[in-house]
DNA sequence: GAAGCGCTCATACTTTAGTATGAAATCCGT
DNA sequence: ACGGATTTCATACTAAAGTATGAGCGCTTC
């Protein structure tokens, strides 16, 4: 049977083309797969290795430490701790009896306040202001106070 | 020429597998170089990124800063830094004429100093003077300057 | 527009502050 | 012990502060 001998060679002929022809489709296929994947894998393996490299910089390697000194500025209250100004005082001349008239007097208490409780009369508080005032040069009680916490004579 | 035929298409059949056969050993071959040459370039890809990455991270990252803060104590000058305490000067609830009347009592100044100053009568002055001890709950114009300045009513 | 508030001024009065003068007692230092 | 300073008190007076009441005007708000 040459012709079906013919024939079957020529169904093998074309079967192991077609064989050939798929297996180097397939190979073709398979190039570009690994081709693509390639890239893929390798640009993987490089962002990886890029961290990696990071975090072995920073966390194994000594980091780099620069100490940098801030002055900082720290502001102190100047805490109300009230003093006397001794020296104003002392230009003053006043005498003690005068000078405890002055520190109530300069808390606004009026001279019947003052006489009270100093145990004095209010004539004798009132020769006191009145000297206050010469001494200090003012012409009030009002005035005296002003000047008396300004110059920071009392408390 | 059945026989040559049949010969040439031995010949071509075994020519074919010999194609196909090396054709594959050839791929295989490729193959192996391909997979030998991407560890190759993969552990390349891997180093280099490694070195990448520490240059990154040494070079272009920020170096780890550590301040020091150093408190420098500034003392602030006890430069009459007056401030009106207007939360308690609001509570007073004072017309403007009145703080204006205020103001020049804390200064010391009389009745008629005030009026001569503010170009009022007297009379207004002391309307004026009379609500403010209201507002202020004092009794006096001695008490008013005590608390005002107590207070930090006024400059 | 009526009511309320702020500002002004006035009068009359009371209270307090301030001045002047004098005097007596105490303390301190040379 | 004497003089001077301090402290105390008193009287008499003037000046200023403070109170009370009323009233007029302008403005805003309801």
Same mark, same amino acid.
């Given at each position: 049977?040459?012709?079906?001998?013919?024939?079957?060679?020529s169904?093998?002929?074309?079967?192991?083309? /077609?064989?050939l022809?798929?297996a180097?489709?397939?190979?073709q296929?398979?190039?570009?797969?690994?081709?693509?994947?390639?890239?893929?894998?390798?640009?993987?393996?490089?962002?990886?290795?890029?961290?990696?490299g990071?975090w072995v /910089?920073?966390?194994?390697?000594?980091?780099?430490?620069?100490?940098?000194?801030v002055?900082? /500025?720290?502001?102190v209250q100047?805490?109300?701790?009230f003093?006397?100004?001794e020296t104003?005082?002392?230009?003053?001349?006043?005498?003690?009896?005068?000078?405890e008239?002055?520190?109530?007097?300069?808390?606004?208490l009026?001279?019947?306040?003052?006489?009270?409780?100093?145990?004095?009369?209010?004539?004798?508080v009132?020769?006191h202001?009145s000297?206050?005032f010469?001494?200090?040069?003012v012409?009030?009680?009002?005035?005296?106070?002003?000047?008396?916490?300004r110059?920071?004579?009392? /408390?």
């Amino acid at each position: 049977m040459p012709l079906l001998y013919k024939a079957r060679h020529s169904l093998l002929y074309g079967l192991l083309m /077609a064989i050939l022809v798929f297996a180097l489709k397939w190979l073709q296929w398979k190039f570009l797969i690994v081709d693509h994947s390639l890239d893929i894998y390798v640009g993987l393996i490089a962002v990886f290795f890029t961290i990696l490299g990071v975090w072995v /910089a920073t966390q194994l390697g000594r980091p780099a430490i620069r100490t940098v000194i801030v002055e900082k /500025a720290v502001y102190v209250q100047p805490v109300e701790e009230f003093s006397v100004n001794e020296t104003e005082l002392k230009k003053l001349n006043l005498s003690n009896r005068e000078y405890e008239v002055l520190q109530l007097l300069t808390k606004g208490l009026s001279n019947a306040e003052i006489a009270d409780n100093l145990c004095l009369s209010i004539s004798t508080v009132k020769t006191h202001v009145s000297s206050l005032f010469v001494k200090m040069d003012v012409k009030s009680r009002t005035q005296a106070i002003e000047k008396a916490k300004r110059l920071k004579l009392t /408390a």
